[in-house]
């Protein structure tokens, strides 16, 4: 993959997150990486999002050290480096959103409790007290006391996946509102609506050219 | 009632539901009927509403075996399907609007706490575990899990009642969170408020041209 | 006062109502009295917004019998009616706001527990079983089951209320889930915020010219 | 100094409070103080956003007695006035927003709950029963039954930092519903987050320059 054009794929994707109003302020930021080259195109640290040109995202390698551009990364370059050890994925969002930051400070878990969720999500979404390797299960999560990330085979899926998770968020924090002791989307629903979107047998949307 | 005009009233009724704000990502859709023909026309399934033609609708027999269209149906038609063959309706409209979901997500049917909603539902919007036939009593349900479906005499006006069914369960939120103990409305003052809008003896608004 | 310059006034604050956001569908309606002629002007039953013209607005008496126009008043005419006649005031407005008609299901009158509150209205807004003259005791109010109906010296004034309330009604809400047991507003602040806008010793805002 | 250069960026502070809609109606204000001359610029009470224009905002000494302006002041101008004399400030931002007024009136303050507050609060935003010097400890708060009052280098930072409370207000909001019981940002976490933006270490964003 050429770098110039994950630039902007990735400077389009932090600009999604906050068209869908998932950022506040500079809090969010987006990356991806060119697995071939090794090396990861982040958001810089604290600039305004209406200002960022593809020059001046920053460029790592996978331990973080910077190949190119004079800004500093974003301060949770870290969580991004770690999730694409641990996952086969081509990009990473992370968002102060709303509903989904409110699960992570309340430290709970968001329950699956629709197929709306089950849809994107193949159970639970994950609080973890940090990211350390013996706690990566999913490739998206909750931070306990911070905000999720999220994360896709792209800058474009991922920014995507953090809106849905923020849709998610806000419907199971208006559910267990109405009934505080709601159970959980029955497993073989789970299933399917997870499946037939991401399993091999997926069938939902139309067929991909083959 | 000619196919192509079906085909213009359905596409319009899904994008109703887009500019209402009840769809999320590409999680809802409208469908119309032909009695006459007996064909439905539906969404296709997973495409996007912003490049979504008339052409681009799949038209099936009651059965769901598809007459016309390269594109799959909504993956809800069978659903759809089961309401055209209960009730005497034009037009089916299913969201996963935020505080209509969130009662189906909590498995609770949505009281009857005021008249904006007797104005539209004639008591409770039922919460259904599927759609069963011996299930089936009004033509307005929430599926457990998953989300609601309405359904009017035409397509507009099944996108009409979703609209407002989103609205009226946003309120009932509310007013179940400020008093948990409320009281449904009085069967009186439901059914004046119903059947001044739906009844034979009608009188809400201007008349009726004879 | 000219009834047409009437006319106008009253479809303005019904117009304002929506550019509000108070009014989902036809749920409101604003009204205007002039006491030299005896006359109320009122919006019609079920009309839209966006096609209303101050010639589709209703004239009647102030026993509620029409003077003008063809099409039939607003269903919520004997309340504007009730109002008109307990008060010295010149506009009623009615809308189903959210936050305000959740009050107005749960069946519980918004405590004052805000100078944002006090400022505008003086103790809590309460809730009446229904218009009958000795409940009459604020011309702001909530039905219960139904909705909130404000009034003010003018239509424009009571759109404005229909405004504040709405929001009054929101912050009470969101007071009453952080600490249900939230104590009202001391009564010398709930006086000194509501008598520096509207007693004789006002002093909020600018001088009036003299 | 200069007055008129003040007199700007205080009009702006105060329509950007507006753009951020934390304002409703005219509850809120922004004033800034000329340390150098001993003056504060204060929006005038009561005018409405739209109109006002630099040359209507009201010049006071720091007793609040006016220098300049035909037009009365902010009726919260001691509020303001307390803040400037405590803390070596520039800016002082009043609103009566939506979620941080909710604390206000509950009586609660904003529990650190997540990195989000932190980044910006230092600990609780506390609620004051009303601007006693002995009560004084930081430089944004709640008031007790009123709403927040925020303040910073400058108007502009003021108006930021009370745009950020709201947002923080709101998330606080969600996550002590989802969770009651819900405990603080750990100290250490809490501080690595405040002091990597306020402290003689701070590090996030890009480098000043020297």
């Known amino acids: 993959m050429r770098l110039q054009s994950l630039r902007e794929e990735v400077l389009e994707a932090n600009l999604e997150l906050v068209?869908?109003?998932l950022v506040i302020d500079t809090f969010g930021n987006a990356s991806g990486i060119s697995r071939e080259e090794g090396l990861v195109v982040i958001k810089p640290s604290g600039v305004a999002y209406d200002r960022m040109r593809?020059?001046?995202?920053?460029?790592?390698d996978i331990d973080g050290n910077i190949v190119e551009g004079t800004l500093r990364p974003s301060s949770d370059l870290p969580t991004h480096l770690a999730l694409y050890?641990?996952?086969a994925i081509?990009?990473?969002?992370?968002?102060?959103?709303?509903?989904?930051?409110?699960?992570?400070?309340?430290?709970?878990?968001?329950?699956?409790?629709g197929t709306t969720h089950a849809d994107y999500f193949h159970g639970p979404v994950p609080?973890?007290?940090?990211?350390?390797?013996?706690?990566?299960?999913?490739?998206?999560?909750?931070?306990?006391?911070?905000?999720?990330?999220?994360?896709?085979?792209?800058p474009a899926q991922a920014a995507h996946i953090a809106w849905i998770l923020e849709e998610v968020a806000q419907m199971a924090y208006a559910s267990?509102?109405?009934?505080?002791?709601?159970?959980?989307?029955?497993?073989?629903?789970?299933?399917?609506?997870?499946?037939?979107?991401?399993?091999?047998?997926?069938?939902?949307g139309q067929k991909k050219r083959s």
């Open 19 to 21: 068209r869908r109003g």
């Open 54 to 60: 593809p020059e001046d995202l920053v460029v790592t």
């Open 85 to 87: 050890r641990a996952f």
């Open 90 to 113: 081509g990009g990473v969002a992370h968002t102060h959103s709303r509903s989904a930051t409110a699960w992570a400070q309340a430290g709970r878990p968001i329950p699956c409790l």
């Open 127 to 154: 609080v973890t007290a940090c990211l350390q390797p013996a706690e990566i299960k999913t490739n998206y999560e909750l931070n306990t006391g911070h905000a999720p990330f999220c994360s896709g085979r792209s």
């Open 176 to 204: 267990i509102v109405i009934n505080s002791g709601v159970a959980p989307l029955a497993d073989e629903l789970r299933d399917k609506h997870f499946l037939r979107k991401h399993g091999p047998e997926a069938y939902y």
